[in-house]
């Protein structure tokens, strides 16, 4: 069993990209005159890391790549990488072994390390280590497009890189990084304090998106509910964007940041996704408190009743970390208990993972691995058969479904409710950036099962 588990599955990304004939660039040889230049993105992590590649693959279709599939077939590799948890450095560095491997082979000629473990101290270590060529933190994810052979950009506190026009869905960062401390987390390290993008710019680009074809956008930030800038907070900027994009989702929000007049919005405007994803961690104030989340679980439970009562179709969805330094039997009891309370339609579940730097690492009170994996089961547990419950009363019900991602390996695409439900469609029916009529037919805890389309 892995130490993360969710109720809803997102297939890991891979964006890959390959360069036209001719031309030269910064990855040290010029590419003879004639002959194509091929790049993979490989992403790790967060949504925030997959625009972040989207906006990398803007520079680099940009200074003229085309796509290819595999490392082997690339000559430039570019890892966006995740440093939230001790395992995904792990995979980033079975990936850096392949990739040196080749490398030494003369199959791949430049290799760049992006993201959250670009910004890390772990980072000179593993370029060391690797030859690696290139290492970008979140910051200067631009200097990429020097590297790439582009006139040399200057990014300042925010993303002028829009992510890629015409997509049927879209990422649009609103603000980055993160004001928090929370006491397990890297973030606030390799991301930066908070900083908000101004409404009209964010509103600009929503539109010249929507102009695109897009019909679906999602606004990003790491605590994105805590977004203000002169005076506006976020739902003034939620209900704006909602005005002007025909779909709208927001992750991740921040449960001290999550005012009631947002919750209403969600259940009032028809162009919000009637879920709210609003990671609570722990059950116990104790552990709240160790961890510096800055609410009781009491202010939690009243927040999800407003949304229950604004969104009675709404789906909630939250993340837990269990086996944080500390806890106690009575504290997961807690956390079991708010669990079956709020009764939450999915969760990303975490066991506590130490990262060099945060307060966490540093605190004894070990949890032993077994009772780490049996808390881990328990909430799991519990977060699935809630779930099951909750999307067995959508059977029967008549949706409208919009379709995200297309087959999967069992010939289905996956869509989305408007009330944030996951469905299983048939993949012959619509394409992604359609929508789909359809009865539901049976429901398991993560997904909805979609009969045949209704005209
Ligand atoms: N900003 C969001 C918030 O405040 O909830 C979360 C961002 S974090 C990238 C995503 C999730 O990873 C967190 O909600 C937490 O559950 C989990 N996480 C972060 N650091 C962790 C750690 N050291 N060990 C285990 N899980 C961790
Ligand atoms: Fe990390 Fe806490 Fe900030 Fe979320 S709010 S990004 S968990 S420090």
């Not at 990003?220 to 709208?248: I, M, S, Y």
Request: charged share 25%; with cysteine; aromatic share 6%.
């Amino acid at each position: 069993m892995s130490d993360a588990a969710q109720s809803a599955q997102t297939p890991p990304t891979q964006v890959c990209i390959s360069r036209k004939p001719g031309g030269s660039d910064a990855l040290g040889s010029p590419f003879p005159s004639g002959e194509a230049k091929t790049a993979c993105i490989r992403t790790f992590g967060c949504q925030m890391n997959v625009h972040d590649s989207d906006r990398m693959r803007r520079m680099i279709l940009d200074a003229g790549y085309a796509e290819v599939h595999s490392y082997e077939e690339a000559d430039l590799v570019i890892l966006n990488t995740c440093y939230v948890r001790e395992n995904a450095v792990d995979r980033v560095r079975g990936h850096l072994g392949e990739l040196s491997h080749l490398k030494r082979k003369g199959r791949l000629k430049k290799v760049a390390l992006t993201g959250c473990i670009g910004s890390s101290d772990e980072s000179r270590d593993l370029q060391h280590q690797y030859g690696i060529d290139l290492v970008l933190g979140t910051h200067n994810t631009y200097e990429l497009a020097e590297f790439v052979g582009l006139p040399t950009m200057r990014e300042t506190y925010t993303p002028d890189l829009p992510g890629m026009e015409g997509e049927h869905s879209a990422f649009v960062t609103i603000m980055t990084g993160c004001n928090y401390q929370c006491s397990y987390c890297v973030v606030p390290s390799v991301r930066g304090r908070m900083i908000c993008r101004p409404l009209d710019n964010v509103v600009e680009e929503v539109e010249g998106l929507v102009r695109s074809g897009t019909g679906y956008v999602t606004l990003l930030g790491q605590t994105v509910d805590a977004w203000r800038h002169e005076g506006k907070r976020f739902c003034d900027l939620l209900e704006q964007v909602a005005n002007v994009a025909p779909r709208v989702w927001f992750t991740t929000s921040h449960p001290s940041n999550m005012e009631d007049r947002t919750l209403r919005l969600i259940g009032e405007k028809g162009t919000i996704v009637k879920r709210l994803h609003l990671p609570v961690q722990s059950g116990s104030d104790r552990m709240l408190r160790v961890m510096h989340r800055g609410y009781k679980a009491e202010r939690y439970r009243r927040k999800i009743e407003v949304f229950r009562e604004a969104v009675p179709d709404g789906t909630l969805s939250t993340d837990i970390i269990v086996g944080h330094p500390g806890e106690s039997e009575e504290d997961h009891e807690q956390t079991l208990k708010l669990v079956n309370d709020c009764a939450f339609d999915s969760a990303y579940i975490f066991k506590f993972s130490p990262r060099g730097g945060t307060e966490a690492a540093g605190l004894g009170g070990t949890v032993p691995p077994e009772v780490v994996q049996r808390r881990f089961l328990e909430v799991l547990r519990a977060v699935e058969h809630n779930a099951f419950t909750r999307n067995q009363r959508k059977v029967g019900s008549v949706e409208d479904v919009y379709v995200r991602h297309g087959s999967t390996e069992d010939g289905k695409a996956i869509g989305e409710t408007w009330s944030g439900h996951a469905v299983h469609v048939r993949a012959d029916v619509a394409r992604p950036g359609d929508y789909v009529r359809v009865r539901i037919d049976a429901a398991g805890p993560h997904v909805l099962y979609a009969g045949e389309p209704i005209a």
